[in-house]
């Protein structure tokens, strides 16, 4: 058997490019698997990503929801001081109105009221008056009371307006203090707020890209899929080809061993020996027939 027939190397050949197809073929899905598996790495450390920072909005969220209580509560206190002031300022409106009442009333200082009060009593009781001069020195006696009287509600007002004064400037201070706690409680608002909304964008990002990295995994899972699958079936067309070989092979190598031993059997009528070529050699021992 000195070479083999055309069709023999068609199908050698097409078996040898499928070779060559399978390899690029692997490449190219190993490629894609690849790709595919950097994808999913990277969409699931966003998941991750994303998964702490939706724990850090909760945690943020609650924070800036506490403030907002606190925030509440002193806008409570402070609304409570202002209308405390707004009833000491009623109060000392009213106080201030009777003491401009009162000091229209006044025609004599206190002190020179006192002293005629003194002179006044001492001269009753020291001198022999006559029923006339008596009655007038208890009438001025009686106007000097009225005067001292009115300066002693005087002091009370302004005793009372003191005491107001203090009040006002204590709750002045209160409300100073409350507002200087809501500046401080506005202020870490809004730093919660602009962290929210920092983390809150960070999340967006961190979502979509998620979105984006599985669903270029998807697509080269896909590709290294199809690739696969092409695989698959140039391996069964290799298959198929090499067994359509074998069979081929098998079929020409009986009919070599037919046409020899009919060849070796006439050599044997004729009284001759034939010379065993190295292959018809081989050929023989591999059907067992030497």
């Given at each position: 058997?000195?070479?083999?027939?055309?069709?023999?190397?068609?199908?050698?050949?097409?078996?040898?490019?499928?070779?060559?197809?399978?390899?690029?073929?692997?490449?190219?899905?190993?490629?894609?698997?690849?790709?595919?598996?950097?994808?999913?790495?990277?969409?699931?450390?966003?998941?991750?990503?994303?998964?702490?920072?939706?724990?850090?909005?909760?945690?943020?969220?609650?924070?800036?929801?506490?403030?907002?209580?606190?925030?509440?509560?002193?806008?409570?206190?402070?609304?409570?001081?202002?209308?405390?002031?707004?009833?000491?300022?009623?109060?000392?409106?009213?106080?201030?109105?009777?003491?401009?009442?009162?000091?229209?009333?006044?025609?004599?200082?206190?002190?020179?009221?006192?002293?005629?009060?003194?002179?006044?009593?001492?001269?009753?009781?020291?001198?022999?008056?006559?029923?006339?001069?008596?009655?007038?020195?208890?009438?001025?006696?009686?106007?000097?009371?009225?005067?001292?009287?009115?300066?002693?509600?005087?002091?009370?007002?302004?005793?009372?307006?003191?005491?107001?004064?203090?009040?006002?400037?204590?709750?002045?201070?209160?409300?100073?203090?409350?507002?200087?706690?809501?500046?401080?409680?506005y202020s870490q608002l809004r730093e919660k707020l602009s962290s929210i909304e920092e983390k809150s964008r960070r999340l967006e990002e961190a979502e979509r890209g998620a979105r984006e990295a599985y669903q270029k995994f998807t697509?080269?899972?896909?590709?290294?899929?199809?690739?696969?699958?092409?695989?698959?079936?140039?391996?069964?067309?290799?298959?198929?080809?090499?067994?359509?070989?074998?069979?081929?092979?098998?079929?020409?190598?009986?009919?070599?061993?037919?046409?020899?031993?009919?060849?070796?059997?006439?050599?044997?009528?004729?009284?001759?020996?034939?010379?065993?070529?190295?292959?018809?050699?081989?050929?023989?021992?591999?059907?067992?027939?030497?």
């Amino acid at each position: 058997m000195k070479g083999e027939p055309e069709n023999v190397e068609a199908l050698m050949r097409e078996i040898e490019d499928l070779s060559l197809e399978i390899l690029e073929l692997r490449e190219q899905r190993n490629r894609f698997n690849q790709e595919a598996k950097t994808w999913l790495r990277r969409g699931e450390a966003l998941v991750d990503q994303a998964g702490q920072l939706k724990r850090e909005l909760r945690s943020l969220k609650d924070e800036a929801a506490k403030l907002r209580a606190r925030i509440r509560e002193l806008k409570g206190k402070l609304e409570d001081v202002r209308r405390q002031l707004a009833e000491k300022r009623r109060v000392r409106d009213e106080l201030k109105g009777r003491l401009r009442e009162l000091k229209n009333r006044i025609s004599i200082s206190k002190g020179r009221a006192e002293k005629l009060f003194e002179e006044l009593e001492w001269q009753i009781q020291t001198n022999p008056l006559s029923p006339e001069e008596e009655r007038k020195l208890i009438e001025r006696i009686k106007t000097l009371e009225g005067q001292l009287s009115i300066h002693g509600k005087i002091g009370s007002v302004v005793e009372e307006l003191n005491s107001n004064f203090q009040d006002l400037q204590a709750l002045k201070d209160q409300a100073d203090e409350i507002r200087s706690q809501l500046d401080e409680v506005y202020s870490q608002l809004r730093e919660k707020l602009s962290s929210i909304e920092e983390k809150s964008r960070r999340l967006e990002e961190a979502e979509r890209g998620a979105r984006e990295a599985y669903q270029k995994f998807t697509n080269a899972k896909v590709q290294a899929d199809r690739l696969h699958s092409r695989i698959i079936e140039a391996l069964n067309r290799q298959r198929s080809l090499k067994g359509s070989l074998r069979e081929f092979r098998r079929s020409r190598e009986l009919e070599a061993i037919e046409k020899l031993v009919e060849e070796l059997k006439e050599a044997y009528k004729q009284g001759k020996k034939k010379k065993l070529t190295l292959e018809e050699f081989k050929l023989l021992m591999s059907r067992g027939l030497i």
